[in-house]
């Protein structure tokens, strides 16, 4: 099997693009190419995660997949870094299909998440289906999309991740869209030897939890504040009493 071909490692900000739809519900494809520009020049983000939950791949047919894949990688090119495309179906087969369509245009990795209608059981099954995924794109790097609040599956990703480069050689990280930070966390910590990508996908949570920080932070300084203004009139008072 060829190994996944070196590339530099998926870090940063990586956008999950949404599918631009005319009002007639098709996809339009014209506004692609703009879209690139402005994640370049306006916001920075030179990698994008395409198909995915934000992209509503899953709603789109196999062919307009194949198309919106090939529009961004296209559009996407001397101007995008990395561009991973989601290849998750409930259908092994058509999930191969998507996988080798994607390294056919010339994308950076491949994302798979775990079918959710026959569910895998046990972790040793959703490996064994990430693997025949994995196979059909050799040459690509391998991201496992967790995210459970769809899909149900419970298995958690700290799990998973033992042992999975000795059954997928390709695999290179993970995008964890869960709010289980325990998990998260033990997902880092297990595998700092390796050079996987841990790529947090809850946006809102992390604006949430950051949001909370600052009220709390405001509070306590204003709590500080006042404090330290009692303290100063005690002392205030103390001198001038000392004084008389």
Request: hydrophobic share 40%; charged share 25%.
């Amino acid at each position: 099997m060829t190994m996944a071909s070196s590339k530099k490692k998926l870090e940063g900000l990586v956008a999950a693009t949404i599918t631009p739809m005319t009002e007639n519900g098709e996809i339009n494809f014209s506004v692609i190419g703009q879209y690139v520009d402005y994640l370049v020049e306006e916001q920075g983000v030179k990698s994008i995660f395409v198909n995915g939950t934000t992209g509503e791949g899953l709603s789109l047919s196999i062919s307009e997949r194949r198309q919106v894949a090939e529009e961004w990688v296209t559009k996407g090119r001397n101007k995008l870094d990395q561009v991973v495309i989601h290849v998750g179906a409930l259908s092994l087969k058509e999930s191969q299909e998507l996988a080798k369509h994607a390294a056919e245009i010339g994308a950076d990795g491949i994302a798979v998440i775990a079918p959710f209608f026959l569910k895998p059981w046990n972790k040793d099954v959703l490996i064994n289906f990430l693997k025949e995924v994995a196979a059909a794109a050799p040459a690509l790097p391998f991201y496992y999309y967790h995210i459970p609040a769809l899909t149900g599956i419970k298995i958690r990703a700290e799990e998973l991740l033992d042992g999975i480069q000795d059954k997928i050689p390709t695999f290179q990280g993970l995008k964890f869209s869960d709010t289980d930070l325990l998990d998260f966390g033990q997902c880092v910590d297990q595998n700092q030897q390796r050079q996987f990508a841990f790529l947090f996908g809850v946006d809102e949570f992390c604006i949430q939890r950051f949001i909370n920080f600052v009220v709390k932070l405001v509070y306590y300084s204003k709590r500080m504040q006042s404090r330290t203004s009692q303290r100063e009139r005690h002392i205030r008072q103390g001198l001038r009493g000392s004084q008389t």
